[in-house]
């Protein structure tokens, strides 16, 4: 029953994160966090009123291109991954010479590629992933032909964190006369610390995904849409008669500050030897806790990026679920943790002291 003499802010607490193992967002970092409630009430929907916020937005759309090698980047800052991968499928759609629009990726397509095909009458065609959770890229081939609008690759898949073949994927666009849309969600953040092939200078990429609210450590919500050029943003625009300027190009029109704001401040205080370090740190921590499962005898999908996966039975992810640890599953059945900036070594270590613990207690210390 509601009570009336006290305050919701007295009733509820957030989520501890000292045992979320599972989650790609983590704690904001302290300058992003103080940003986003300062801004959360200001709308970059209104330039004309909220001057200060929008041009927060264009240094943060700046600061992402430094991020994905675009010199001249184009873009917002929207409310996530599955905003910014719709409005990169309207994009290709509105560009895009058919009647009868695809999309083609791999199975390790965001389920939010889902929602957009049905959202906009797009088939979404998806190739066949190998037991390496790879991309088959000869059935991508097969795939795409002179109705496809869109190829799509992923850079750090959100199950496995595998980065796909980008230069190859955006051959294959280019073959058909596609665009070519990199979803980096997850990786974007991480990938500047590596050498792989991923970003707009690497491949002939036309549209990305970037989530400053996961590894770039601004507040919920906050991801990015960014465009090699402003026509792909012009192909978004719709009239817009009762404001001062003449048309409008996101999706949900009304935003509040905080997204922006806290991203250009995540991005100054943390771009780039402060992303640099924590990947470095996160992806130390993934390759000790792969060598942990492995040693107790568990089959672990190797981390490419910050994701652990092993074959954990599932009397044993239960009872680590009953200890309190904030765990999730892949569609196969493997206990899956990311490796993000609030997971610490510590952590991880308690976290396989209670694994031992519950081994011992399920299966007198066998891994099966």
Not at 54 to 66: C, H, M, P, T, Y
Not at 123 to 149: G, I, K, S, W
Not at 162 to 169: A, D, G, R
Not at 191 to 216: E, R, S
Request: net charge negative.
């Amino acid at each position: 029953m509601h009570d009336s003499n006290s305050r919701a802010s007295d009733r509820f607490d957030p989520q501890d994160f000292d045992r979320v193992l599972s989650s790609m967002c983590t704690r904001t970092h302290p300058e992003a966090a103080a940003m986003a409630r300062r801004f959360m009430d200001d709308s970059p929907a209104l330039p004309e009123v909220y001057e200060t916020v929008v041009e927060l937005e264009r240094r943060a759309v700046d600061l992402l291109g430094e991020v994905v090698g675009l010199d001249e980047p184009h873009g917002y800052v929207t409310t996530g991954g599955t905003e910014a991968n719709i409005q990169a499928m309207r994009t290709a759609r509105a560009l895009g010479d058919t009647e009868a629009p695809n999309a083609v990726g791999s199975e390790a397509l965001h389920f939010g590629f889902v929602k957009a095909a049905d959202m906009l009458d797009v088939q979404l065609r998806l190739a066949p992933t190998d037991e390496d959770n790879r991309v088959d890229l000869t059935e991508v081939r097969r795939l795409a032909d002179e109705d496809t609008v869109l190829v799509v690759g992923v850079a750090g898949t959100t199950e496995y964190g595998i980065v796909e073949p980008i230069p190859e994927l955006g051959e294959i666009a280019a073959s058909v006369d596609a665009q070519f849309h990199v979803d980096a969600a997850y990786g974007g953040f991480f990938l500047p610390a590596t050498d792989h092939d991923w970003q707009f200078g690497h491949a002939p990429v036309d549209t990305m995904t970037i989530d400053p609210h996961k590894a770039g450590q601004a507040a919920i919500p906050a991801g990015g849409f960014l465009a090699r050029d402003v026509e792909m943003l012009d192909a978004l625009a719709v009239d817009t008669p009762y404001l001062e300027r003449t048309s409008e190009a996101t999706l949900t029109t009304t935003r509040s500050g905080a997204g922006p704001a806290s991203t250009y401040a995540a991005l100054e205080a943390l771009w780039p030897d402060g992303y640099e370090a924590a990947y470095e740190r996160e992806r130390a921590n993934a390759e000790w806790l792969a060598d942990a499962f492995r040693e107790r005898g568990y089959d672990v999908v190797d981390p490419e990026l910050t994701i652990v996966a092993a074959d954990v039975p599932n009397d044993v992810f239960e009872r680590l679920s009953e200890k309190g640890w904030r765990i999730l599953r892949t569609g196969e059945d493997e206990l899956r943790v990311v490796c993000m900036p609030h997971v610490t070594r510590e952590m991880l270590e308690s976290f396989v002291a209670d694994l031992d613990a519950v081994r011992e207690e399920t299966t007198g210390g066998a891994a099966a």
